[in-house]
């Protein structure tokens, strides 16, 4: 996939995967999207950052609080939630959703690994309903070894994905610079 997602965004499942769950790329994409109209964002992960938003909308438009009011942004801390929310979408031909840090809810190590996957299943082909009206577009990040029992949730998504764009980490220089000390002489 190219660097920015065009516009407009086809009604399919769309995945942007990277190390931040693609949190900058999907908030630049929610303020582009909110131009044109509604914008449905449900945030899994607490990573709305809507003051990154307004920033992202100033160079853009004369009324950015205009384009702000265009997003209707609920934030889900459960894997539970995130399933009740999808299923309360208005269903509206063409609206945008975009579900930030998908899998984090789901990695909840308080609910039973096969209960997770259950429910992460159901959630899932609700996912699937709403991409066959409307653009979805669905972040997530790489997984911890911690949460290696539920790496099969995110092959899943992938999947899923009709589009998959990755987020590649930042290349670094390869000089490192030393750390000063904390205290001289030492």
């Known amino acids: ?28 994409l929610t303020a582009r999207l909110s131009l044109r109209g509604q914008v449905f964002l449900l945030d899994c992960g607490n990573r709305s950052n809507m003051y990154r938003v307004a920033r992202a909308l100033r160079p853009l438009t004369r009324d950015p609080a205009a384009a702000l ?6 934030r889900a801390f459960t894997c539970y939630q995130v399933y009740a929310l999808l299923g309360k979408v208005q269903l509206t031909a ?14 909840d190590e308080s609910v039973h690994a096969d209960e997770s ?3 992460f299943e159901k959630t899932l082909e609700r996912v699937r309903h709403l991409a066959q009206f ?7 990040k790489p997984l911890l070894s911690i949460s290696a029992e539920r790496a099969g949730l995110l092959a899943q998504l992938k999947a899923q ?10 290349i670094s220089s390869g000089v490192s610079q030393p750390q000063p000390s904390l205290f001289e002489g030492f």
């Open 117 to 119: 996957a259950f429910l």
């Open 134 to 140: 409307a653009p979805v577009v669905v972040s997530a």
């Open 69 to 74: 009011k265009n997003i209707r942004l609920s």
């Open 1 to 28: 996939m190219s660097k920015e997602l065009a516009l407009p965004l086809p009604n399919e499942l769309i995945l942007v995967f990277g190390v931040h769950a693609g949190a900058e790329k999907l908030l630049d």
């Open 94 to 107: 063409g609206v945008p959703v975009l579900i930030l840090d998908f899998l984090s809810t789901f990695l």
């Open 161 to 170: 994905a009709a589009h998959y764009w990755e987020e590649l980490p930042e």
